[in-house]
């Protein structure tokens, strides 16, 4: 599976939209793009996943560039309990998640 | 139930001393996944189970270490003669399929602490 780079931390004013890129420069035509989340002392939380359109669910939209090698996860409306380390994962057909260190997302009153 | 579950939520053992990890999926989930998280770090996969089958145990540190789900349901992660680098949060994770797209749902981890 491709290797991905997030940023180590990002600060967000709560109310306010959270942008979180991630790169994924190797990503493969079959690999699609996941990010999930980890609230402090929780298990990872699917947020969404998608391979080359641009996904939203109830929780965020996700967004990947027409070349495949980026994408950015948007929190529309962030609030504190969005405060997480949020991980960008690229899977094939591989069953294994790999994670990196992920970003951790602070969001402040 | 409606989540992974997995008990016990915390653990404390003396190093030396044996434990055992349990784990509940969602009913039906055919895949398992056990992960290991050391501190500040992302979860690092241990080993997966499809149904009852063991396909893939590549991950787990060294043969201290052990899975097993023998009904293709509860599985068990059991270390043996635990050391103080087991220290960590050892986390479960299910899906109901082996393939496609569908996210993973993980339970809330075991943290373990070797004494």
């Known amino acids: 599976d491709a290797k991905t780079t997030q940023p180590t931390s990002m600060d967000c004013a709560e109310g306010r939209a959270a942008n979180l890129p991630c790169n994924h420069s190797?990503?493969?035509?079959?690999?699609?793009v996941y990010w999930y989340r980890q609230i402090h002392s929780q298990g990872p939380q699917y947020i969404i996943h998608?391979?080359?359109n641009n996904e939203t669910n109830e929780m965020a939209s996700l967004i990947i560039t027409e070349d495949r090698k980026s994408s950015t996860l948007i929190l529309p409306h962030a609030t504190l309990r969005d405060t997480a380390v949020y991980y960008c994962i690229v899977r094939g057909s591989n069953y294994k998640l790999t994670f990196g260190k992920g970003t951790l997302l602070t969001v402040n009153p | 139930g409606a989540g992974v579950s997995q008990s016990p939520r915390y653990k404390v053992a003396k190093r030396g001393q044996d434990v055992a990890l349990r784990c509940d999926p969602i009913s039906g989930h055919v895949s398992l996944f056990w992960y290991q998280q050391a501190l500040g770090q992302g979860p690092e996969f241990l080993t997966y189970f499809q149904n009852e089958a063991q396909l893939d145990k590549s991950g787990l540190p060294s043969d201290r270490f052990f899975a097993e789900r023998p009904e293709g349901s509860v599985s068990t992660l059991k270390i043996q003669r635990t050391q103080q680098e087991d220290s960590a949060v050892y986390l479960c994770?299910?899906?109901?399929?082996?393939?496609?797209?569908?996210?993973?749902?993980f339970g809330s981890g075991t943290r373990l602490t070797v004494v």
């Open positions: 998608g391979l080359k």
């Open positions: 190797t990503i493969s035509g079959n690999e699609y």
């Open positions: 994770a299910s899906r109901p399929t082996t393939g496609g797209e569908g996210g993973y749902t």
